[in-house]
């Protein structure tokens, strides 16, 4: 007797990016260029210019690594997806779930970090008008602005 074979469900998902996916990828785009800031005004004072091409030497290394591995778990899983999707592919659920998580988790941090290069950038944009007052309080003393 033949046997009919059921067709499998589409893993396939529609790529679509919306207006506010765009604006979403621009703005974080914008204010994740302190990464690119950074180096000139935090460690090249600090470290020198020897110290500060090896850290980014390092680091290059690091997103080598990482894009590697991203790569290979896209071509290992050729639908769309995400951290999930190929994390579970290849180690099952549990290792997918914490690897979810640490990653929303870095994410969450990162906005904070970035954060700053946005309010560099406005007081770069509007200059005099941003410097009033003082910017914070220590103990019940005011900071004054510089």
Not at 3 to 12: A, G, K, M, R, V
């Amino acid at each position: 007797m033949k046997t009919i074979s059921q067709p499998e469900p589409s893993q396939e998902l529609d790529r679509y990016l919306s207006p506010v996916d765009v604006w979403a990828i621009a703005f974080g785009c914008a204010v994740g260029w302190g990464a690119f800031v950074m180096p000139g005004t935090t460690f090249l004072p600090i470290a020198g210019p020897a110290g500060t091409l090896i850290s980014m030497l390092i680091s290059a290394v690091f997103i080598l690594i990482l894009g590697t591995n991203f790569a290979y778990l896209m071509q290992r899983n050729p639908g769309t997806g995400g951290v999930y999707s190929y994390i579970k592919e290849v180690f099952g659920r549990d290792h997918a779930f914490l690897c979810s998580w640490f990653l929303c988790l870095s994410y969450l941090t990162i906005v904070f970090l970035n954060g700053t290069a946005l309010f560099f950038v406005i007081r770069t944009m509007l200059t005099d008008a941003v410097r009033a007052g003082p910017h914070y309080t220590v103990a019940g003393s005011q900071l004054p602005t510089t």
